[in-house]
């Protein structure tokens, strides 16, 4: 049965998913102010954008309310949020524009061949080099976006953490990650990509 336009989008997945879109001009304006407080408040909304989408999308698995709408917002709020983020840390000199245009070449690259394999029925899934990116991307930004030190409260000891140096280490780890992964999901696109054309070609000989 066909949902109806209010089954479709509102729901709690999609709602939170719609928050993280909103709340970017807030997290740009943070960002650029660059002060302590306000780059703490970044760093602050940022892993909350992070967080709200593991919890969205397991709520949409979980409750059964998963939509063609959840399906198409919730990478955009993924991308724009972490585009935003990326750009404004090039435009305050926190990262290297070059290790940017990686990440964000990769993402189109991936985005295209995962267009192209939906187009022709495939799914590709995604694979552990993927998820590492994910995660170690998302760890740096959050630290260049703190950028200051802190003294940092650990089980017996306290040490002061430069989180824009962990940040960059952190961001280097993805990008690393992030060609890995690419290279992986290439490779897969093309084993897929081989394994329909044989099955077209046996389903061609057994017509004949």
Not at 40 to 66: E, M, P
Not at 90 to 115: H, K
Not at 127 to 134: F, I, P, R
Request: a positive charge; hydrophobic letters at 55%; charged letters at 15%.
């Amino acid at each position: 049965m066909a949902k109806t336009l209010k089954e479709e989008f509102l729901n709690l997945p999609n709602m939170l998913t719609v928050a993280r879109i909103l709340v970017i001009p807030a997290f740009i304006l943070l960002t650029y102010w660059a002060d302590p407080v306000s780059s703490y408040w970044s760093a602050v909304i940022f892993a909350g954008a992070s967080i709200t989408d593991v919890i969205d999308g397991w709520l949409a698995r979980r409750k059964g309310l998963v939509t063609v709408v959840g399906k198409f917002l919730d990478p955009l709020a993924d991308k724009l949020i972490v585009m935003a983020a990326l750009v404004m840390l090039v435009r305050l000199g926190r990262v290297a524009s070059g290790l940017v245009i990686v990440l964000l070449a990769r993402e189109f690259i991936v985005t295209g061949l995962r267009t192209i394999a939906a187009s022709e029925g495939m799914v590709i899934a995604a694979g552990q080099g993927g998820k590492w990116k994910t995660s170690l991307q998302l760890s740096g930004i959050c630290c260049l976006l703190v950028h200051y030190s802190y003294d940092v409260n650990f089980l017996f000891f306290r040490l002061q953490t430069d989180f824009n140096k962990v940040g960059t280490w952190l961001l280097w780890l993805s990008v690393i990650a992030s060609v890995a992964s690419a290279v992986q999901y290439f490779k897969a696109f093309l084993d897929v990509m081989a394994g329909k054309e044989r099955q077209a070609a046996g389903q061609q000989k057994a017509l004949e």
